[in-house]
């Protein structure tokens, strides 16, 4: 008796297709998507090819430096310092209200529009991070020595011009920002040790 091969009946897959597809639709339209937000920094022009760089000595008292671990610390001036307490101290510095000589150099300039203003204008703050840092705590100390400029900003406009510093219009809020410009320095990250 000759046995002949069963034929295994072909599975239709047609409409596997069709599936699939509603499938991937049905996924990318239920999914949230996380979009990191990035820090809004205006960037210095390029150097011309032809112009030469110049080294800039800028004295110790005039550096305001923030460091972040890789555990996300802050060493502000060589002092442990929680986040919080980091606007009021960048305040402080960027003031030198007391004329301390530990802090920035104060200058008295005339300034049209404004009259004679005593100012620190050669202050830089510093900031450094370990390779590890996470991006939250980088996040919150930009945020706070922003909020120190802010601040600054608008203590003065309401002080010079009675107004807040949003409500001024665009050359009065180019005055304030010269008494307080934004001199955030930030360093590449370093590797300082702790987490591998």
């Known amino acids: 008796m000759a046995g002949g ?17 509603l499938l991937l639709i049905f996924f990318l339209v239920t999914t949230s998507m996380d979009v990191s937000q990035g820090l809004a920094r205006r960037l210095p022009a390029p150097v011309p090819p032809d112009q030469k760089v110049e080294d800039f000595d800028i004295k110790k008292r005039n550096i305001f430096v923030v460091k972040i671990n890789s555990m996300n610390q802050l060493l502000v001036q060589g002092q442990e310092m929680n986040v919080k ?5 960048a305040k402080e510095f960027i003031l030198n209200a007391d004329n ?17 203003v005593t ?3 050669d202050h830089v ?8 840092t996470q991006y939250q705590a980088y996040l919150d100390v930009q945020n706070e020595l922003v909020a ?3 601040e600054l900003r608008e203590e003065y406009a309401q002080l010079k011009f009675r107004k807040s510093y949003l409500d001024l219009d665009e050359d009065q ?3 304030v920002q010269k008494v307080y410009p934004q001199k955030i320095s930030e360093a590449e990250p370093k590797n300082y040790g702790g987490n591998k």
Request: charged letters at 30%; proline letters at 5%; a negative charge.
């Open 5 to 21: 091969k069963k034929k295994v009946p072909a599975l239709n897959a047609s409409s596997m297709a069709d599936i699939s597809f």
């Open 85 to 89: 307490q980091l606007r009021e101290k």
């Open 100 to 116: 301390d000589p530990n802090l920035p150099e104060l200058f008295t300039e005339n300034i049209e529009g404004l009259g004679e």
């Open 119 to 121: 100012y620190t204008k």
């Open 125 to 132: 703050i510093s900031v450094q991070n370990d390779v590890d």
């Open 148 to 150: 120190a400029y802010n």
């Open 173 to 175: 809020q180019k005055l």
